[in-house]
């Protein structure tokens, strides 16, 4: 597949490389002029292209939004319709409770097929994934399971929590944040919530 | 040169019974570490700035400025200041005065912050994240060149050919970075050092940001700067011991902070790993702490290695067996083994 990784920050250059490594195209875009991160790729991610996010996503079959929150807002939502969108990003600072990122995120990025993901591990537990569980939440059942497909080949055992809206239980005060969770507790705490 | 240094947080310490220690006995404990630290030979002693109950150490430099007045060699610095929320202009002159006080000891370590307590604290916004250490790192490396500065920013007031005092000689300045490429290419377009903080996982997969910190260095037409290493360790005169001292305390501290900044909550599986070879825990007798810290450095082209002791809920005595441990056994074997 094509993947365009958006955000060159922690995040970013670990995903690109377990995506090649995983033998998947990839492209990394941060913001602004592609030349800013030129070096940063070439020295983290080696055989990542460095585009504009406009570029990577045209030309994308999955899209990973890995930049800070606030930033989202300064994408141009034009780009991602019909493209397959896997949201890793949080909150920060924490929100008092759960507060989901992703129903914002498929409301403004209008024809894209979101699926949250990825944001409840931290960057330096993803490289090896070596098999860790991590929870998939989305609406179409085929994106879905483009990302989970997508999750396997980098090493990872994507576990589905529901729909979109299901997201939160992935997020900063959720008691499968930041914890190295088995499928099993994945499944559980699901169940319980629903 | 190689050099070798201890990092605090000045986490509150607790006695024998297990009871904490006041902030004020634990400040002032912490001057005593300080002077331990210079005493046994080690290079650097650097104090974290945090604002929280268990980390009261909100004004780093005064206690540097006391273990100034009791030392002779040692450097003192912080590790980091949070530049982002603080005024560039003060930072500089406390360090400036330090600098003078301690006849040239002084360093700093500017950081983003990887704790924000700060912000809230100073009435700055989480969303000005970068941009606020972008411009004030700017701000304080005009400083650094000495003699008046002009600078215009969004951040604070505009100086126009402004004497900044005390003048004092320049003081080695280096950028802590968590794990963002970008703090890498900030550090080496100033010609700053760099100093990876590598606090989980498995240290060798930063040998890239060396590398890239290296070629960043030259592009911007720098001389080669050095690289260090900030890690949290525990001495004790045996691996079993060092383990099951620091264990309890890092479960506790890491499983709260962990929560909410998104890392894995400690497991007896995951500790084992951390301390083992390929962990970012330096956690064991001298030998084994020498041997990681030397394989570290070659593998990451380091020439300092800050290790960061203490952990919420130690006990001073604990801390300072650590500091004589690291100062007489840790650094000798580990230069032994890098020669």
């Given at each position: 597949?094509?993947?365009a990784v958006l955000g060159?920050?922690?995040v970013g250059?670990?995903l690109?490389?377990?995506?090649?490594?995983?033998?998947?195209?990839?492209?990394?875009?941060?913001?602004?002029?592609?030349?800013?991160?030129?070096?940063?790729?070439?020295?983290?991610?080696?055989?990542?292209?460095?585009?504009?996010?406009?570029?990577?996503?045209?030309?994308?079959?999955l899209v990973v939004l890995a930049i800070p929150w606030h930033r989202f807002s300064?994408l141009?939502p034009?780009?991602f319709?019909?493209k397959v969108v896997v949201d890793a990003m949080n909150h920060w600072p924490p929100s008092a409770e759960p507060l989901g990122t992703s129903e914002q995120v498929a409301a403004r990025l209008a024809g894209a097929d979101v699926v949250k993901s990825l944001n409840h591990v931290a960057y330096?537990d993803m490289?090896?994934a070596?098999?860790r569980a991590v929870g998939v939440a989305g609406d179409s059942p085929g994106a879905v399971e483009v990302v989970a497909s997508f999750l396997r080949?980098i090493?990872f055992d994507p576990v589905p929590v529901g729909p979109l809206a299901a997201g939160r239980l992935l997020e900063p005060g959720s008691p499968l944040f930041g914890v190295a969770a088995r499928r099993q507790e994945f499944e559980t705490h699901t169940k319980e919530q629903s | 040169?190689?050099?070798?240094?201890?990092?605090?947080?000045?986490?509150?310490?607790?006695?024998?019974?297990?009871?904490?220690?006041?902030?004020?006995?634990?400040?002032?404990?912490?001057?005593?570490?300080?002077?331990?630290?210079?005493?046994?030979?080690?290079?650097?002693?650097?104090?974290?700035?945090?604002?929280?109950?268990?980390?009261?150490?909100?004004?780093?430099?005064?206690?540097?400025?006391?273990?100034?007045?009791?030392?002779?060699?040692?450097?003192?610095?912080?590790?980091?200041?949070?530049?982002?929320?603080?005024?560039?202009?003060?930072?500089?002159?406390?360090?400036?005065?330090?600098?003078?006080?301690?006849?040239?000891?002084?360093?700093?370590?500017?950081?983003?912050?990887?704790?924000?307590?700060?912000?809230?604290?100073?009435?700055?916004?989480?969303?000005?994240?970068?941009?606020?250490?972008?411009?004030?790192?700017?701000?304080?490396?005009?400083?650094?060149?000495?003699?008046?500065?002009?600078?215009?920013?969004?951040?604070?007031?505009?100086?126009?050919?402004?004497?900044?005092?005390?003048?004092?000689?320049?003081?080695?300045?280096?950028?802590?970075?968590?794990?963002?490429?970008?703090?890498?290419?900030?550090?080496?377009?100033?010609?700053?050092?760099?100093?990876?903080?590598?606090?989980?996982?498995?240290?060798?997969?930063?040998?890239?940001?060396?590398?890239?910190?290296?070629?960043?260095?030259?592009?911007?037409?720098?001389?080669?700067?050095?690289?260090?290493?900030?890690?949290?360790?525990?001495?004790?005169?045996?691996?079993?011991?060092?383990?099951?001292?620091?264990?309890?305390?890092?479960?506790?501290?890491?499983?709260?902070?962990g929560k909410t900044r998104g890392f894995a909550?400690?497991?007896?599986?995951?500790?084992?790993?951390?301390?083992?070879?390929?962990?970012?825990?330096?956690?064991?007798?001298?030998?084994?702490?020498?041997?990681?810290?030397?394989?570290?450095?070659?593998?990451?082209?380091?020439?300092?290695?800050?290790?960061?002791?203490?952990?919420?809920?130690?006990?001073?005595?604990?801390?300072?067996?650590?500091?004589?441990?690291?100062?007489?056994?840790?650094?000798?074997?580990?230069?032994?083994?890098?020669?």
């Amino acid at each position: 597949m094509k993947i365009a990784v958006l955000g060159a920050g922690h995040v970013g250059p670990v995903l690109a490389r377990l995506a090649l490594g995983a033998g998947h195209e990839v492209a990394i875009a941060g913001s602004g002029d592609p030349s800013r991160i030129e070096m940063i790729v070439g020295f983290l991610a080696p055989g990542a292209k460095a585009l504009t996010a406009a570029d990577a996503v045209a030309d994308a079959d999955l899209v990973v939004l890995a930049i800070p929150w606030h930033r989202f807002s300064s994408l141009e939502p034009g780009a991602f319709a019909g493209k397959v969108v896997v949201d890793a990003m949080n909150h920060w600072p924490p929100s008092a409770e759960p507060l989901g990122t992703s129903e914002q995120v498929a409301a403004r990025l209008a024809g894209a097929d979101v699926v949250k993901s990825l944001n409840h591990v931290a960057y330096q537990d993803m490289e090896p994934a070596a098999g860790r569980a991590v929870g998939v939440a989305g609406d179409s059942p085929g994106a879905v399971e483009v990302v989970a497909s997508f999750l396997r080949d980098i090493g990872f055992d994507p576990v589905p929590v529901g729909p979109l809206a299901a997201g939160r239980l992935l997020e900063p005060g959720s008691p499968l944040f930041g914890v190295a969770a088995r499928r099993q507790e994945f499944e559980t705490h699901t169940k319980e919530q629903s | 040169m190689t050099t070798f240094g201890l990092d605090t947080f000045g986490d509150v310490t607790h006695d024998a019974s297990g009871t904490p220690l006041s902030h004020a006995q634990t400040i002032r404990d912490l001057v005593d570490q300080g002077v331990l630290a210079d005493q046994v030979g080690l290079d650097f002693f650097g104090i974290g700035e945090h604002h929280t109950a268990d980390m009261p150490l909100s004004a780093a430099d005064v206690v540097l400025a006391a273990i100034a007045a009791r030392t002779s060699s040692i450097h003192l610095g912080s590790a980091v200041t949070v530049l982002s929320s603080d005024d560039p202009v003060r930072v500089f002159q406390r360090f400036s005065t330090l600098n003078a006080l301690s006849d040239g000891r002084a360093e700093i370590i500017l950081g983003r912050g990887s704790s924000v307590d700060s912000f809230p604290l100073f009435g700055y916004d989480l969303a000005d994240y970068e941009d606020l250490f972008e411009e004030k790192t700017h701000l304080f490396a005009e400083l650094l060149k000495g003699g008046p500065v002009t600078w215009q920013g969004k951040t604070r007031a505009a100086l126009h050919e402004q004497d900044v005092v005390p003048h004092t000689e320049p003081f080695p300045t280096w950028i802590g970075v968590g794990g963002s490429p970008q703090s890498v290419v900030r550090a080496a377009s100033y010609g700053f050092s760099l100093m990876l903080a590598i606090i989980g996982g498995h240290p060798g997969r930063f040998a890239p940001f060396s590398e890239l910190y290296k070629h960043a260095l030259e592009k911007f037409g720098h001389e080669p700067q050095p690289i260090g290493i900030h890690s949290p360790g525990h001495v004790a005169p045996t691996d079993e011991q060092a383990r099951e001292e620091f264990w309890p305390h890092y479960l506790d501290v890491i499983g709260r902070l962990g929560k909410t900044r998104g890392f894995a909550t400690p497991t007896p599986e995951s500790y084992a790993h951390e301390v083992g070879p390929h962990g970012a825990l330096f956690v064991g007798s001298p030998e084994t702490v020498a041997q990681k810290m030397a394989r570290t450095m070659k593998k990451l082209d380091a020439s300092r290695f800050d290790l960061k002791y203490g952990i919420g809920g130690l006990s001073h005595d604990s801390l300072l067996r650590t500091i004589e441990l690291y100062g007489t056994r840790v650094v000798p074997r580990v230069r032994e083994l890098l020669d």
